[in-house]
T-cell receptor, first 114, second 114 residues
Framework: DAGVIQSPRHEVTEMGQEVTLRCKPI?????LFWYRQTMMRGLELLIY????????DSGMPEDRFSAKMPNASFSTLKIQPSEPRDSAVYFC????????????FGPGTRLTVL | GENVEQHPSTLSVQEGDSAVIKCTYS??????FPWYKQELGKGPQLIID?????GEKKDQRIAVTLNKTAKHFSLHITETQPEDSAVYFC?????????????FGKGTLLTVNP
């Protein structure tokens, strides 16, 4: 079975550019999460979707960040404009349902903003 | 919100020895406590979890204990092997309607020396 798929795996961009990260959750999972991982702040939840609807975006750092889930098999996280402090590893995770249950993480996208 | 503290930040053991990682949490209503293992260049992967109605859970060489009164839980790995070397994260779930939300500890880098 394919796990959570993320693309690209690595992204290097210049400050001010738009960045789009992509995620395909595991088929049949109805909950999707975007996380950011940095040395300073650890693993932080950015946004949570349930049945393609954003439920909790309180972790989105600022208006430069936006996320969409147009259907059950695809989600995007967009940063516009990007800044050097956005450099981090971004993970997408999915779970079969919401609540206290295993979250399956993708391999992550390592973003570097110069 | 929930706060999770994890100790130690690094742990080095000899192959065959035991390793113990400890976490504390702040929200007494949290009731789900997973542990994730993250290998270099990969996303976190669930290795074991425990719910608040259970004090201990074991899976082969891995065990987790939970003390709800003291609000702490621990991961125990026995007979460590070099392939156990990774970063380990504890997490605690949110309560009630926020039970999808995992708050992660900062991680423990475990090194098992052959």
């Amino acid at each position: 079975d394919a796990g959570v798929i993320q693309s690209p795996r690595h992204e290097v961009t210049e400050m001010g550019q738009e960045v789009t990260l992509r995620c395909k959750p595991i088929s049949g999972h109805n909950s999707l999460f975007w996380y950011r991982q940095t040395m300073m702040r650890g693993l932080e939840l950015l946004i949570y979707f349930n049945n393609n609807v954003p439920i909790d975006d309180s972790g989105m750092p600022e208006d430069r960040f936006s996320a969409k889930m147009p259907n059950a098999s695809f989600s995007t996280l967009k940063i516009q404009p990007s800044e050097p402090r956005d450099s981090a590893v971004y993970f997408c995770a999915s779970s079969r349902t919401s609540g206290n249950i295993e979250q399956f993480f993708g391999p992550g996208t390592r973003l570097t903003v110069l | 919100g929930e706060n999770v503290e994890q100790h130690p930040s690094t742990l080095s053991v000899q192959e065959g020895d035991s390793a113990v990682i400890k976490c504390t949490y702040s929200d007494s209503a949290s009731n789900y406590f997973p542990w994730y293992k993250q290998e270099l260049g990969k996303g976190p992967q669930l290795i074991i979890d425990i719910r608040s109605n259970v004090g201990e859970k074991k899976d082969q060489r891995i065990a987790v204990t939970l003390n709800k009164t003291a609000k702490h839980f621990s991961l125990h790995i026995t007979e460590t092997q070099p392939e156990d070397s990774a970063v380990y994260f504890c997490a605690a779930s949110g309560s009630g309607g926020s039970n999808y939300k995992l708050t992660f500890g900062k991680g423990t880098l475990l090194t098992v020396n052959p």
